[in-house]
């Protein structure tokens, strides 16, 4: 039971320091503590000089996920909508694909300009400029739940990181469109194809259409009328044309033959 009267009294005894203890510490020691701190911000102020500002910059890009999946059918009404994470993933690889960096190294000379920047091959043989270029400064990020990309560039060069963060945007959306371009040239000569082969099995079956009508003496397809009916059709017409003519010339006949020769005049059979 004594321990806890010994833990007692020493909480009493500490808390009852008072505070020109405290300041009393604070004078006898004043100049050290002073010289540590002043030693701190020294060093930090020389290790700031010495260090690089490294400036970000950052381009928002917006993929269009409305274009149609197909050009022909009902298969070009539909939007494929299941398959976001995956077409935002292939867009993100794509932005960081030696396609599209490759022109931006080029036009800024960054092999030269920012030697660290690159990942690639240490000798400087053709084989190892054809060999893919990767930016270790460059940043491809996608905000959550959006069709948004964030293409990031740093470099110590304010305007070098905008100029290439801006570049690679546009390198992007040009190696979009050339896909795209190809893709329907291709589909375009595709359908051009087809459409001649179709144009050419037409025409031969128009051909050995013809021959066959020719070789059946079918004069009218799609009347089924043949020589034959043709000819029997011109047969009956003339037959029907001189039963009328008989019917007139024996009306002017017997007119004739009961009147006088002033009624067959002011007849309709006159001019017989």
């Known amino acids: 039971m ?14 009852s320091v008072p505070l020109a203890h405290y300041l009393w510490i604070l004078r006898r020691h004043g100049w050290k503590i002073s010289g540590s701190v ?8 020389i290790i700031s000089l010495r260090l690089t ?18 050009v022909l059918g009902q298969e070009a009404l539909q939007n494929s909508t299941n398959d976001a994470d995956q077409f935002l993933a292939t867009q993100v690889k794509l ?55 964030l293409i990031s560039y740093r470099s110590p060069n304010r305007q070098l990181a905008a ?31 087809q459409l001649e082969e179709l144009r050419a099995k ?10 066959f009508e020719r070789e059946l003496n079918v004069i009218n397809p ?7 009916s043709a000819r029997l059709l011109q047969l009956n017409t003339e037959y029907t044309n001189a039963q009328g003519d008989r019917v007139r ?7 004739v033959k009961g009147g006088t020769l002033a009624a067959a005049q002011v007849s309709t059979q006159a001019r017989l």
Do not use: W
Request: net charge negative.
């Open 95 to 149: 932005i960081q694909s030696d396609s599209v960096v490759r022109p931006v190294v080029e036009k800024f000379r960054l092999r030269d300009v920012e030697k660290d920047a690159l990942e690639e091959a240490v000798d400087k043989s053709s084989t190892s400029l054809e060999a893919p270029v990767i930016l270790k400064n460059l940043k491809v990020t996608r905000p959550p739940n959006t069709y948004l990309l």
């Open 222 to 228: 799609e009347e089924k009328t043949s020589i034959l």
């Open 163 to 193: 100029d290439v963060a801006n570049s690679i945007a546009l390198s992007y959306l040009a190696h979009t469109y050339k896909i795209r371009y190809k893709a329907t040239a291709g589909l375009s000569d595709f359908m051009e194809r």
């Open 249 to 255: 010339k024996e009306a002017a006949y017997n007119s």
């Open 53 to 70: 500002p490294v400036y970000e910059s950052t381009v928002t890009v917006d993929i269009d996920r409305q274009m149609p999946t197909s």
């Open 38 to 45: 002043a030693v701190v911000v020294a060093l930090t102020l």
């Open 2 to 15: 004594s321990a806890p009267v010994v833990d007692a009294e020493y909480e009493q005894q500490t808390a």
């Open 202 to 211: 037409m025409e031969k079956s128009s051909g050995a259409l013809i021959q």
